[in-house]
């Protein structure tokens, strides 16, 4: 038997099966008014009944009873779209959750889809990454594939019906901007039908303010930022999506020197382009190569001292934005025509061409890299010890 693209199906015979309980697991609570316990790095693998396509993508799931998940769906995403497919054919769609993966196989799960576009199979984009294939078996209770070397997974089937998030108040778990989500009033829910897991098998989670969920986030959409500006002919050199944005909205560029005053104009529309083309990014900060884009020292230096507000500053007033961000509303702001619109800006960081030898980062000293530092003399008069 093979996968859908050719490759050898197997079987590993090194999982352990559980009885299907959530409450069994050590699943964490965030935070006191949480809806519950959440799976906030759980990987959803399903194919689409229609197409045939596979895809893995990391979804919020809350455990509301012991074999019974909700689970919150982006809208318009792949997902989404195999669950509806399912549904018109008059069946609940198939699905393994996992929890513990190599980074790659996560790494490919959170790329956008203007980098894995529909119908692109995020497994391979995964063994691309990591530079081997991804292993899949097959699940026990249900017609499903599952990711071998996953330290659980859970099969499922994921229902037609809907129920709330939290049935008991207003909050969900915290989002990835830092902020306490809101509980959706009804979602779909997955039933659980079996788990399996690992010898020893860690799960493997996320808080949703967390370094690594915003690099979970960032890794995609600095590709997709940097692939865009190269397809442009921008002399961009490197992009960092700044975890304070969540990954996601606070982009860094990092531009080539400027070879001349052209280039002024050209690193301002590049950047408002990507304010224009990416809705998540709200903040572009733009800085010389001579600048450490990973910094927050260098970021903060750059910012005081390579920009003035009144020349340096572009705003795009009243974009599309990301409702998630509380002062992207018109409760926030009078200026904004609808909830999840935004102001955006540009803070150009990068020196003007005309007054590059003005800005210049001395170069400390080094040892000669053949000759050791001299040796450290003895006052004279003082014997040795």
């Not at 939290?166 to 909050?171: C, T, Y």
């Not at 083309?277 to 750059?302: G, I, T, Y």
């Amino acid at each position: 038997m093979t996968n859908r693209d050719g490759t050898p199906w197997t079987h590993s015979s090194s999982r352990t099966e559980l009885a299907p309980d959530l409450t069994a697991l050590p699943v964490p609570v965030l935070t006191d008014t949480d809806a519950g316990p959440y799976l906030t790095l759980g990987a959803v693998l399903a194919t689409d009944p229609e197409t045939g396509v596979r895809n893995l993508s990391i979804h919020r799931l809350c455990v509301q009873g012991p074999d019974l998940l909700s689970i919150w769906m982006v809208p318009g995403r792949d997902l989404e779209a195999a669950h509806q497919a399912a549904q018109r054919l008059g069946r609940p769609l198939t699905v393994a959750i996992h929890l513990g993966l190599a980074p790659a196989v996560l790494l490919s799960s959170c790329c956008p889809a203007s980098l894995v576009p529909r119908g692109v199979d995020e497994l391979a984009v995964a063994g691309a990454l990591g530079g081997t294939p991804v292993e899949l078996t097959s699940c026990r209770t249900v017609d499903a594939e599952c990711i071998a070397h996953a330290e659980y997974v859970l099969e499922g089937e994921l229902l037609p019906g809907l129920a709330p998030e939290n049935p008991q108040g207003p909050a969900a778990t915290p989002e990835f901007l830092g902020y306490q989500g809101r509980a959706h009033p009804a979602l779909p829910t997955v039933r659980i039908t079996g788990i399996t897991a690992r010898e020893g098998a860690i799960l493997q989670t996320v808080s949703g303010p967390g370094h690594e969920q915003s690099v979970l986030l960032g890794f995609g959409m600095e590709a997709a930022v940097l692939s865009r500006l190269r397809r442009q002919g921008a002399p961009v050199t490197a992009v960092h999506c700044h975890t304070a944005g969540g990954g996601q909205l606070m982009v860094v560029i990092q531009w080539q020197a400027k070879r001349s005053a052209a280039d002024d104009e050209a690193v301002r529309k590049a950047a408002e382009s990507v304010l224009e083309e990416f809705r998540m990014a709200k903040l572009v900060v733009s800085v010389d190569e001579d600048v450490d884009l990973e910094s927050d020292a260098d970021l903060w230096w750059a910012m005081t001292t390579r920009l003035q507000a009144d020349r340096d500053v572009s705003v795009l007033p009243d974009r599309e934005g990301f409702p998630l961000d509380p002062t992207q509303s018109t409760a926030y702001s009078d200026a904004l025509s609808a909830d999840g619109r935004t102001a955006k800006a540009h803070f150009d960081c990068t020196v003007p061409h005309a007054h590059l030898a003005r800005f210049h980062r001395p170069r400390f000293t080094e040892p000669e890299p053949d000759r050791p530092p001299p040796a450290p003399q003895r006052p004279a008069g003082r014997p040795p010890r």
